[in-house]
């Protein structure tokens, strides 16, 4: 496989738009072409990651984002795997690229969901499970993360506290990034007394809805060099991995299988152990979430994952800082942007421009996007170069 | 349709009088309740369809405040995991569960019947 380059990655704010997702898209894109200081026509192909575009009555995005660029020849399609479309697209950009047919290809993500009223938006995230089976059982989607919650609790004895000291650390990153949704100092005491949607979890252990986009673009090598480019972040690693789209089939409830086998696929081919990371982007869609991610991951042991957070080591300025951006809890989760976004966290991280959330010295950083409960899962290791 | 493979309607159909219907590889004898064609464990083509035990405890449950779509009048009630006695895992739910005190983790229930179109379990005493 050839040497691949993360180029250029812009999102936009994530929250409350008035933009479509199709404004969105197009503007994240431009924003990460800019960056990358390349021409649209540089661009040989796309993938845009989207879960529900069809609550905005529009399938079929990829044409009408080329054309807003400039560069309507460009084949683009859309790729779905609910929250983890993003990663998804991305590892098949990845793909083209390190396989030598594609130079160049462009990786949107975009949203739409604030125009749904709460009962549509949480019918559509449970449409990302086995819906006619555990969504028309009754379970929502924090249902399905509920019902991981308790099992950790049972293994484990994890702690609802706990639980809250991860929203905690999120929104006290999220403080400083002026993209992020939710904006706002939280305590534990405030999550534990947020209502609760499906026991153990309450609203503040949850991400918010979130409109938005990011994009990225990625080169080989010899684009670099034919263009003289100065070579900045390569990816070192691309890890995807499906699991069991029933939650209530699996053996371990706490625990992804799919996060297990993406991240070895990813840090072997790095080369790497989690020891060198020097952050994570996870994907926190609850706040279970980060802490069964940081245990698969294999930062932590199996269990001792949520007492880390609660001891300070995974803050910015803890041994591994996890979710510097905020994370999907803070920043925000466009369902189809946040694996991308995830990426331009990384972006911003490798290249220092990441203000009062810089981590110090960042070299490699580590992307985990989770769709559903773990149906999907990719993993992406980027390194500055 | 027996041996050809275990389909959607298959299983919510039987749910409704508390029937559960599964799939046995017959090659390994690999059995599970879920919509398949191939054997998880060996690959084979051929799964029969049986009748299976629809009793079994509570794996992990949650108590669902807000509920998705067909489900918003039904709010409190538990939504469950359950092993059942062959060790295959399904989905359900238990109406008129308010509080996580009222189950546990290894309670015994059994199927009923379905709704809207849920499997609906009751508990069981030990």
Same mark, same amino acid.
């Given at each position: ?44 192909? &796309? ?89 028309? &059982? ?95 972040? &390569? ?151 | ?126």
């Amino acid at each position: 496989m050839n040497k691949v380059f993360l180029i250029g990655a812009a999102g936009t704010a994530y929250g409350k738009s008035n933009l479509t997702a199709r404004d969105l898209s197009m503007l994240a894109s431009k924003h990460a072409i800019e960056n990358a200081g390349i021409k649209p026509q540089d661009i040989q192909a &796309s993938f845009v990651a989207n879960a529900f575009g069809m609550a905005e009555k529009q399938g079929h995005l990829g044409p009408l984002l080329m054309s807003s660029l400039g560069i309507p020849h460009a084949p683009s399609s859309t790729i779905e795997a609910a929250c983890c479309s993003g990663g998804s697209a991305f590892r098949e950009a990845y793909v083209n690229v390190a396989s030598g047919f594609y130079d160049v290809m462009l990786i949107t993500g975009t949203e739409k969901v604030s125009h749904l009223d709460t009962l549509t938006a949480t019918t559509y995230f449970a449409y990302g499970g086995d819906y006619l089976f555990e969504g028309c &059982s009754g379970a929502s989607f924090p249902g399905l993360y509920a019902a991981m919650a308790r099992a950790h609790m049972h293994e484990y004895g994890t702690t609802e506290e706990e639980l809250a000291a991860v929203a905690v650390k999120n929104h006290n990153n999220g403080m400083f990034n002026e993209k992020a949704h939710l904006q706002k100092k939280i305590t534990v005491d405030d999550v534990l007394k947020s209502p609760v949607v499906a026991d153990p979890l309450k609203l503040f252990d949850a991400c918010p809805f979130s409109d938005g986009a990011a994009a990225a673009i990625i080169a080989s090598e010899e684009f670099m060099n034919r263009n003289g480019l100065e070579k900045k972040i &390569s990816i070192k690693g691309s890890g995807r991995s499906g699991g069991s789209g029933s939650l209530h089939t699996r053996e371990d409830m706490s625990s992804l299988e799919s996060t297990i086998r993406a991240s070895r696929e990813a840090l072997g081919q790095a080369g790497i152990s989690v020891k060198d990371l020097d952050f994570a982007e996870v994907h926190d869609c609850f706040t279970i979430a980060e802490i069964i991610a940081m245990e698969d991951l294999g930062i932590f042991e199996k269990g001792q994952a949520s007492k880390a957070v609660v001891e300070g080591r995974t803050a910015i300025n803890g041994e591994i800082p996890i979710n510097p951006s905020g994370g999907l809890k803070s920043k925000g989760h466009p369902v189809g942007a946040t694996g991308v976004g995830q990426i331009v966290e990384v972006f911003d991280q490798l290249t220092g421009n990441s203000g009062k959330r810089q981590v110090n010295d960042a070299r490699i950083g580590l992307t985990h996007n989770v769709g559903a409960t773990g149906g999907s899962c990719a993993v992406h290791i980027f390194e500055r170069e | 349709m027996s041996d050809e493979a275990l389909f959607v309607n298959d299983i919510i159909e039987a749910t409704r009088d508390g029937i559960i219907k599964a799939y046995q590889c017959t090659e390994c004898n690999e059995m599970g309740v879920s919509v398949q064609a191939l054997c998880k464990q060996c690959g084979n083509n051929k799964l029969n369809i049986k009748e299976i035990s629809n009793v079994g405890k509570v794996v992990t449950y949650t108590i669902q405040t807000v509920a998705p779509d067909p489900f918003v009048n039904e709010v409190p009630y538990a939504w469950v995991i359950v092993e059942l006695e062959d060790k295959i895992r399904i989905t359900g739910w238990i109406p008129f569960i308010s509080s996580k005190e009222q189950l546990s983790i290894g309670q015994k229930v059994k199927l009923v019947k379905s709704y809207k179109p849920g499997m609906v379990f009751e508990k069981l005493s030990e």
